[in-house]
Each structure stands twice: as C-alpha cells, then as structure tokens.
C-alpha cells in the first residue's frame, strides 16, 4: 500500500488488518437440507465472499432456513470517493444559540413541528422539540429565544400551512417514521408544494424534515432546505436553525471541540 | 393466575388501599359525567349490534349514513334507538338495512316517538339489540368450548406476537406462521391514522400504512384462520385488535360478535396521544368497556406510552397512576380481574446505573398492587439503536425481567426494533430468545426474593408514594368550568405533558348531553347484567 493510499483504502477488519471478514445472515425460502446450505454459500460467493463459511444453518417451520455466513471479501473502499452530507455550520451550545436570535433578530424564532400524514409516530418530533430532549440534549422548548408550536401527530399539509402562517413561523420542522410505501417521500414532496403555493418565494419559512429513513442528500429533491436522518439531535438542529436564520457576522467555523454522540434517534 | 405468592416487596395494604380510593376518587366524577353523554360512536355500535352491518358505495358505512340522517332530524341527545324503531314501527321500512338506504336518499323523516309510540319502540329496539347482544354471548360460549377442545396456551406469559403487512390476506399466513413458531396471542397492528377515522371501514382491506384496518370483515377472516392453527396446534390462539380512537364503541362491539379475545382499549390513551377529546374518550371508553366484559374479552392498557414520551424512570409513577385509573374505570364497567391487561414496559435508558434493578422494581409493583391481572409486559422500544446484536441483549433481559415477576402477556420484542418491520427470521430468533429464557429462568420467581430494604423494594415503595403524590394532585384540581377533577388534571398536562383541554380535541362535536327520555337499549341489557 503506497503512503499516499495510506488510510485511505479500507477492508472489513475481522481480526487482522487487511483480511476483510465480514458477517452476513439471511433467509432463503427452501427447506433446510445439504442443497439448502450450498445455496447459501452460492449466494454469499455471488456477493463477493471467498471463501464464504455457512456458520450457522436453522430450519424455520418446514419451508424457511435461517444462515449466518461469515467470509472475505476482496473489495476495497476507498474513503475519499466517499460522498456523505458533512455539517456546514457550527454546533452552538443553547446559550450561544439564544444569544444569535436575539442579536440577530430582535424577536423570539418560531417553529412550528409536526408529523403530517397519516404518521402518528411523534418520537422523533418530540425528541426535537420536546424540553425532555434526547441523547442527554435538551429538546428546542427549552431555549429561551426559541418559540415552539408542536402540533403533534397526524396534522394534514392544509393545516400544517395555516398554522405556519398564523404563527408566522421563521421555521417549520416536519417528521415522518413511517415509510411503507414511500409515504414520508411523498408527504414531504406534498408539504413543500403546498408551502411554496401559498408563500412568495422570498417569505417562506425554512423547511426541514426528518426521520430515521431520509436520505440526507435529498433536500432539493424533496423540495425542502434540510433533511435531517438518523441521531440528529435538537442542538443541531437548533444551530442549523441560527446558521439559516440569524446569521453571525463573525462566524468562528469550529471554534468548540466537535463531540458528536454516536446515538440514534428514530 | 391467583395462586403467585404476593407479597415480595411488602407494600403497605394501607397505602395500596389508599391509591385505590384516590383513583376511585379521581375516576367516579368522570363516569357520573360519562353516564349522562352519549356519542355517535355509542349510537352506531348501538346500530351494529342491531345487526345493521355494510356500507354503501362510496364505503361510508349504513350505521353513519343512518345515524346522521336521525341526528340531523331529531338531534343526538335522545340516542338513535327511539327515532330509528319508531320509523319501522311506522312501516317507513321493513328492516333497518332498507331504512338506512331510504333515510340516505332522503325519504324518510324521523321523529321522537310519545306515549305508547315511544314504549314500543322502546320494546322494539331492545327485542333487536338483545339479539347483538345474545350474538356476543355466544361467541363467549363458544370461544371457551374451543378452549376447552383445544387447549388453552401451555404457560405463562403467553406469548404476544404482532403482524402488519396492511393487506389482510398477507396477515393470515403470517400470523398463521407465527401461531406455529409459538404465539399464543396474535395482534394485527391497525393501519396509522384508522383511531382518528369517524367510521369503521367495511369489508377486507389489503392496503394500510403500517398496518391493517380494523374491520368486521377482517376479524372474521383471521378468527377463521385462527381457529384453524388452533386445530391444527392443539392450543387455542387468541387474537387481539384496537379499540381505541373515535370508533371505540363499535370497535368493541363487532370485535365481541366476532370473537375476538383480547383488545387495546386504554381509558386515557385517546386524549393524549390522539388529541381526542376527552369527554367523548370517557363515554366511549365506558361503553366500549361494558361490551368487552360482557364479551369476555380481555383488555390491554396502553401505559407503555408513556415511557416512550418520558423518561421511564422519572416517568414510572405516572404508569402505575394510569394502571389504577384502568382498573378503576375498567371494574366499574364490568370487567373483572383476569380481564385487566395492565400495560406497562421494560424502557429504562440501559446506560443507567442498576437500569435491571429499577425494571425489576416496577414490574414487580404492578404486579403486587394487582395480584390477580394479567399485565401486559411491553419489550423495549426506545432504547432499542439499531444495533441489533445489542437489541437481542436487551430483550433477553426484558424477557428475564417478566419471568422473574410473573407477567401475563409477553409482547416478543424484536431485535430489529426502530429497523425495519420485523423479518421472518427476527420473529423466529425473538422466539428462540423467549423460550431460551423461559426454560432457563421461567421458575425463577420462586426462588426471587427481593431484601426487604434493598434497592428493589424501596424503589418500587417511592415509586408509589410518587403515584399517591400524583393522585392526590389529581383528585384536588380544578378549572374554570367546574369540569371534573381529573379532566382538569388532563389539561394541565399532568400526563405525558399533552395538555389536553375538556372542550378540545378531535370528535367534540360527536358529543351529547342525554336529554330526559334518552333510551339506548344495548347499555340498558349491558347494565343489567351486573
């Protein structure tokens, strides 16, 4: 391995550098037998391993087995082609968070969250917005700039719109869990058609989505200004909220040490 | 279910006595008010039982086209029992199908029958409604002669499984599958957003998100499925579903003429975390808990909401308040002991120091200060990362925790939680994680005897004198509008911090005062029983 490659081009790490073990289950719909398991090690061989052990083979009822595979695979992963949706702007703690809005805008900053659809899963909404919080964070009630309307689950775009209005909301966070047959896709596409319907270009409020399934970089896809996925927690969404919203004249990129918790929300 | 020794953590019977009465406290102003409303989801389960079933062609059902139609003509507040069998003793109609049909095209008028008009329609509706009613009893019958021919689930915990698939005809081999890897209690997870419909959807339905419609079709297609694997198994397989949300009433009245066993049916569930109002929560919830104790079914309350909204240990009182709310409520409805499935959950943060001990604690709690209720055990769910390896651990915990404390229904946690809906092969190990721990450690409880002043009891005594401190907030609040104690306590956000106002939420306007000569004769033939 040249240096320049060095650190760069990765295998799985079983227990030694460069052998690329890696670990695999699944199920095939065939009764367990000899054939049952060499169609197991076919399918692993076929995805790359090699050699692929059938470690573990169980019959499921009289017409399923269950396989785990263990093996190596010769691939090798080269981390800079690597493209993943990198944070942009600095973490803020609640203090510098409420210092921003008020300098900046002289008022208290409106959020209105809900999940939309027919989704009644507000674990991740609540764990944005409600003072309880998540990962030891607290939620965005509890800044005090901060202005939170959380409607609550199952709230239709029509009123998810009015109530944005009313409340002249800066901002208007929408989660969604449920994806059976793409519906967080499709609600968000509805939520950004109906907002950019019913506001001029220029007084839209900053739309956000988020929820366990979302594609980070889809933002421009789904119409929206930020998709947040798996283990957001509420600072960061607080301080991507100032990033947008009450922009800091000199903006220190990094100033804190990151400590990014390795939790995850859904 | 009587003969687990009680009496492991020494509870005060005082202090228990004293947190039965505030509930009782709590909860007696609420049916005093809930007596005097009625809804139009009581009004339709009403039709239903009458035997008026179907929809028509646009899928709105017969019972609400007819139902607004009397509502529009004579109000709500007389119940739809007299306008509705005085327009057949008029000869407006033959049967109640055809006057649904007429009434909905606009040619009948209804009127509040007087005199001897209204004494026979009085006769005439409770002569039709006492045959729901006979048809609920039996499928009571019959569901413990197939108790009694099959078999009835070889232990405790019986074991819950959930299937979800949205399409009917794909729930009946799965839950067929999971019966044969060994579930003794099979639940069909409603489709989102179904508890916010004002209708029950008509016949089998194969399209849901993330779940599938509760509807009388569907739970005669799975009993019968249902009925088969019990054959087939020796051991007969209980089937749950929801009654819950606008349609509660009706839920629980086609889920009694169906047979099914077991129901969600949480009394406060609704105004929480549904946003439905609270008052036409209350008065559904009675109705539909008077046909569940008449049908035999067996309730599941919904605490394990609450800690996943909270912090399940700052939280754990507010579960114990709502289990004795339940009970309250759910006993005054009828429902007897073994008919109580208390909820409550394994959701302590694992990163907490002595997180098992504290479980532990709770568990036991429930269990002693209801020595003779099934109690639900609820699997992890928010703790639960996506690490699927570490999931696995969890479970088996949560599943150690419920074998040590003796809980009645063992929803199986999957490993896959918070990942996808559950593979085949997260099922089978889920199973495989159940019966493991169940053959080691199923006894265990025997031999468990928590010191007497160790963590575990003085734990589970503060978390009871939390839910006294509770209660006692509850029975001395009070609003403005003289509303009762604990409907003032609900908008205060005293639970889950929703705060939820008596005159807010959804089905308000599906809400009304009982006039002087309201008559609804399936509440009638409900009370008499007791």
């Given at each position: 391995?040249s ?8 295998r ?28 197991a090690?076919q399918?692993?061989?076929?995805m ?5 052990l ?8 009289p ?36 210092a ?21 899963h ?8 409600n003072?309880?919080?998540f ?17 609550g ?11 944005a ?12 869990v ?5 519906a ?8 950004s058609?109906a ?20 594609d ?6 789904l119409?929206?200004?930020?998709v ?27 100033a804190?040490?990151e400590?990014q ?6 | ?33 809930a ?10 389960a ?11 062609p646009e899928g709105?059902?017969?019972v ?7 509502r529009?003509?004579?109000g ?59 048809r ?21 915990p ?32 409603r ?19 993330a ?24 051991r ?13 009433p ?16 949480d ?23 008077q ?19 909270a ?5 754990a009182?507010?579960?114990s ?29 694992p990163?907490?120091?002595d997180s ?23 699997p ?25 404390t003796?809980?009645?229904?063992l ?12 593979w ?27 010191a007497?002043?160790?963590f575990?009891?003085?734990?589970a005594r503060q ?52 006039s002087?000569?309201?008559y609804?004769p399936?509440?009638?033939l ?5």
């Amino acid at each position: 391995m040249s240096s320049t490659t060095e650190g760069r081009i990765v295998r799985p790490y079983g227990d030694t550098t460069g052998d690329g073990m890696v670990q695999l289950s699944f199920t095939l719909p065939i009764p367990h037998s000899k054939v049952a398991e060499g169609a197991a090690a076919q399918l692993a061989n076929k995805m790359g391993m090699d050699p692929a052990l059938v470690v573990h083979a169980k019959p499921m009822g009289p017409d399923f087995t269950f396989f785990v595979v263990y093996g190596r695979v010769h691939h090798l992963v080269d981390t800079s082609k690597v493209e993943v949706v990198e944070r942009d702007y600095p973490l803020l703690t609640p203090k510098e968070v409420n210092a921003a809005v008020k300098r900046s805008l002289r008022r208290r900053l409106t959020i209105v969250g809900a999940c939309i659809g027919t989704d009644a899963h507000t674990v991740g909404i609540d764990a944005i917005l409600n003072i309880k919080g998540f990962a030891g964070e607290k939620g965005l009630e509890y800044y005090r700039e901060l202005k939170v309307v959380n409607l609550g689950a199952q709230v239709s775009v029509p009123q998810l719109v009015e109530r944005a209005r009313a409340e002249k909301a800066d901002a208007v966070l929408v989660s969604q869990v449920v994806t059976q047959r793409d519906a967080h896709l499709l609600n968000t596409r509805e939520m950004s058609a109906a907002f950019r319907e019913s506001y001029p270009s220029d007084r839209m409020p900053l739309l956000i989505v988020g929820g366990p399934r979302f594609d980070e970089s889809a933002a421009a896809d789904l119409g929206v200004d930020r998709v947040f996925g798996r283990g957001t927690t509420p600072g960061e969404v607080a301080s991507y909220l100032v990033h947008r919203l009450a922009p800091q004249p000199e903006t220190r990129p990094d100033a804190r040490p990151e400590k990014q918790p390795e939790r995850k929300a859904s | 279910m009587t003969r687990r020794p009680t009496g492991k953590l020494d509870l005060d019977p005082t202090t228990v006595r004293h947190a039965r009465s505030l509930a009782r406290k709590a909860g007696r102003p609420i049916v005093t008010m809930a007596k005097k409303h009625t809804t139009v989801a009581v009004e339709r389960a009403t039709l239903r039982l009458a035997g008026l079933e179907g929809a028509d062609p646009e899928g709105t059902p017969w019972v609400n086209r007819l139902l607004d139609v009397v509502r529009a003509d004579v109000g709500l507040e007389h119940g739809v029992a007299l306008p509705v069998w005085d327009a057949l003793l008029r000869g407006e109609a033959d049967d109640l199908a055809t006057l649904a049909q007429k009434a909905s095209a606009g040619s009948v008028r209804f009127r509040l029958p007087e005199g001897r008009d209204a004494t026979r329609a009085t006769t005439a509706s409770r002569r039709q409604v006492a045959g729901g009613i006979r048809r609920i009893d039996a499928r009571r019958k019959e569901r413990d002669r197939l108790i009694r021919k099959f078999g009835d689930a070889p232990r405790k915990p019986w074991i819950y499984l959930i299937v979800a698939t949205g399409d009917i005809y794909e729930d009946i081999p799965q839950a067929q599958q999971a019966a044969r890897e060994g579930a003794d209690v099979i639940a069909v997870i409603r489709s989102t957003g179904q508890s916010l419909l004002d209708y029950v959807p008509e016949g089998a339905t194969r399209e849901g998100f993330a779940g599938t419609y509760a509807t009388q079709e569907n739970f005669r297609l799975m009993r019968a499925a249902l009925d088969e694997s019990s054959k087939e198994l020796g051991r007969y397989v209980r089937l749950t579903n929801y009654a819950s949300g606008l349609c509660m009433p009706e839920i629980a009245a086609l889920a009694g003429m169906e047979r099914l066993d077991m129901m969600l049916n949480d009394s406060m569930y609704g105004i929480l975390f549904r946003d439905i109002n609270p008052v036409r929560t209350f008065v559904d919830q009675r109705f539909s808990r008077q046909v569940h104790a008449r049908a035999g079914i067996i309730i599941n309350t919904g605490e394990d909401n609450y800690l996943t909204t909270a912090d399940a240990v700052e939280a754990a009182h507010t579960v114990s308040t709502s289990q004795l709310l339940n009970e309250y409520f759910g006993k005054e409805a009828g429902l007897e002991d073994w008919q109580l499935g208390l909820g409550h959950a394994f959701e302590i943060d694992p990163e907490v120091p002595d997180s098992f001990r504290m479980e532990l604690a709770h568990a036991l709690l429930a269990r002693e200060l209801f020595p003779n209720a099934p109690l639900k055990w609820m699997p992890p769910t928010r703790h639960m990362t996506g690490d699927v390896f570490r999931g696995y651990l969890l479970d088996g915990f949560f599943n150690l925790a419920g074998a040590l404390t003796g809980q009645g229904i063992l929803l199986v946690g999957m490993m896959t939680e918070a990942v996808v809906t559950p593979w085949l092969s997260d099922r089978d190990l889920a199973l495989q994680n159940v019966r493991y721990v169940m053959n080691a450690a199923g006894n265990l409880h025997e031999d468990f005897r928590p010191a007497p002043d160790g963590f575990i009891a003085n734990r589970a005594r503060q978390v009871l004198a939390e839910t006294i401190e509770l209660l006692d907030r509850i029975v001395t609040d009070s609003d403005a509008a003289g509303d009762p104690p604990l409907l003032a306590a609900i908008a205060d956000g005293t639970f889950g911090l929703m705060k939820r106002p008596a005159d807010g939420g959804r089905g308000l306007d599906g809400v009304a005062k009982k006039s002087g000569v309201y008559y609804n004769p399936a509440t009638e033939l409900l009370e008499e029983q007791k």
